[in-house]
């Protein structure tokens, strides 16, 4: 395995860079100007989602990793907790799980797209201030990371939204099949991680106990967070569909997006990415798990959201 991938493949430039490239210049293709502007008028909404996933979500991942240091003392996984709560929602995962509840797609797919563009910023940003003013002793300033992000993950975003100006009957051809692509960097991306971590392990020392703990950790935080959004929705009397969106919106991390800017900026730290590794699963396993009972929820709600509103008419 060492030799296969750390030889004539240099995964670290055709997986990490030159993939990372390939999948911000199709979520460039993908991403419609349009849906910027449809559910606008809700900025409420989508202002709620964004400081909730890059200021609420942040500090409380702080607590999460300062708890989970007291524990295990393993420093680097810890740093990888407080990155996660750093990164925007997925532009899929929470859609798919919005769509099948029966909440405001419009709402998850613009909150996400919007999410996404700002964690290419904000991210690295909020992780700079976080640590203090480096990148966990790393002797690159913040400029450098700034500019290979620019390079890897902005540019590819701009060139796609200008090949869709441009030429939008290729990129129509093109779109059924940026989701297989995206998918399958994404499995090598997350192979050759796990390979680089497996070897890192030495030096990480990390057990089955401390293992497990991070699963319950990464559990626990994701089900308070469905649970806060909910309370905070009902007690603000947020439609119900709109309800559903925000929830998945605000507690779902983003693989896609994520990855790449946290192997962009701990390059030497694979181990950082293995709370990302382990939240991405996890949320789809939860969302399918929920899905059931929030659909039984949303009908109940949206009948009781009528005849309120009905009332008030």
Known sequence: MKIFFLGPLKPELTIKSLGTIIIFLLNGCSIRSEELYETILQYRTHLFIQIFSFLVCP??????????????????????????????????????????????????????????????????????????????????????????????ILIPLGIGQLARIYFPLFINRMNPYSNTINNWILLLNIYTTFCQTFKQRGSMNITLINFFILVITIFSIQMFLIFLLFSTCRQMHVRPSDTIAIIFCGSQKS????????????????????????????????????TPKFQRWLKDAKYEWHHRISGRV
């Open 59 to 152: 500090i409380l991942f702080t607590i999460l990793s300062t708890i989970y240091r007291f524990l295990t003392y393993q420093y680097q996984l810890s740093i990888g907790i407080k990155a996660l709560g750093t990164l925007p929602s997925p532009v899929s995962t929470a859609a798919f799980v919005v769509r099948a509840i029966g909440g405001n797609e419009a709402i998850a797919m613009l909150n996400s797209t919007i999410g996404s563009l700002l964690g290419t910023l904000v991210t690295p940003i909020l992780l700079y201030i976080m640590l203090g003013g480096s990148f966990s002793g790393e002797t690159k300033s913040f400029l450098h990371v700034l500019i290979s992000l620019s390079s890897t």
């Open 255 to 290: 693989l896609t997006t994520g990855m790449p800017i946290l192997q962009m900026i701990f390059p030497e730290n694979t181990s950082i990415t293995i709370p990302l590794l382990i939240y991405h699963p996890m949320q789809i396993i939860i969302g399918n798990y929920l």
